[in-house]
């Protein structure tokens, strides 16, 4: 008799030991799994019994309901007020297209046999079998692009550092998942962590790398914990080292949000202070140590195993225009059902803020979507119809990054979020360059005076001013896109930016 009590942070922060403890004390006779979450985080924690039928899902549970639901004969799949029925069958998980995410939720994360017994590592028996050059395009073929934000094509990066001359070359992962309402990076390394080593060997025989690093945000101690066992794990087994050619570490980062940005995480790794480094030349030549380095995403490499698994083709067919596959979108911030949805680049904002997200948590009217983390801009109501697609979110003036969506209702203060924009950039700042150190700590000042409605129309001009100039003169994406928040909030909320208002 086995039931599954997820050990993700978004359960554990809900009760999950608590739950799973009782579970145990109770029916010390069933097997209790530890699995990552399924991402319905509105029902953590979401426990699940395996019957006849199918995986059936409780929830949300707490430990002082484990008695009752024993009563009742969960364990046996009956009914109860907390029963959801099958898990695959509930309408937020089954309306999606699970490819990164297939076994997330599903699998014992450590279970290096559970992992293959659900398709894990075909991906990477093909690719062995394959030419550096045919990996690297199989993964052209994908149409897959860098899920951290930027959305650049990863077979491309990849076929310039197979292509770049050094006798050393390196993989690098990209962990440090600060942008406010996402988690899907998290839920990889806590839920599915073999996909991301998996992912990480191919890229190390597609570029010709023998070492692989993942550099983790600080605030993630159990995707860290998690994610170096099974590293462990994989060393044992002889996925991983001398033998299988690929050396992997895991790196805890500081807490500095700029190390997020590809040149400050390769300074932080060598040890230095993450600061930006000017580009060119571009990591794929002169990265880690000097080298040819690979930089991706957690989600990037994540996806490489079933797209050498299933083909580059297979996995093209999702998905609309140049946003190729699939994106895993974050929902969060004033939201009844916030989670994880996995879907084909395509779906409508609005689509996934109602379909899914099932509108506002407080009931009152929906006012801004910010979109792409902190550096995202605001949509309007008028924008939701804009579909998830890279291209589609650049003509609008916005950035689809890695996917979070953070929804407000109409109590929001569009002008104090612009200003916070300007303020998360002050603190942020690497400090190397004027555009981004002075000029959203000016920018601060001007939005207080614009507020103030002292020389209002002046001082808006000033704005405007500003924020092209840490567009067009700042070194990296974090003074470069701080104005896309601030510029949406005044083109779209003028109101807001009114002493009166």
Known sequence: MRVFVPGDSSALSMGADAVARAIAKARPDVTLIRNGSRGMFWLEPLVEVETAKGRVAYGPVTADAVPGLIHAGFLEGKPHALCLGLTEEIPYFRQQERLTFARCGVTDPLSLADYIAHGGFRGLERAREMTAEAIVEEVVTSGLRGRGGAGFPTGIKWRTVLKAAGERKYIVCNADEGDSGTFADRMIMEGDPFVLIEGMIIAGL???????????????????????????????????????GFDLEIRMGAGAYICGEETSLLESLEGKRGQIRPKPPLPAIEGLFGKPTAVNNVISLATVPIILDKGGAFYRDFGMGKSRGTLTIQIAGNVKHGGLVEKAFGLTLREAIYAFGGGTASGRPLRAVQVGGPLGAYFPESLLDTPLDYEAFTEKKGLLGHGGIVVFDDTVDLAQQARFAMEFCAIESCGKCTPCRVGSTRGVEVIDRIVANQDREKNLQVLDDLCEVMLDGSLCALGGLTPYPVLSAVRHFPEDFHASH
């Open 206 to 244: 597609a570029v010709g790398a023998t070492q692989g690093y993942i550099y983790c945000r600080s605030e993630y101690p159990h995707a860290f914990k998690a994610t170096q066992r099974a590293i462990t794990i994989a060393y044992e087994k002889n996925y991983l080292g001398e033998r299988a």
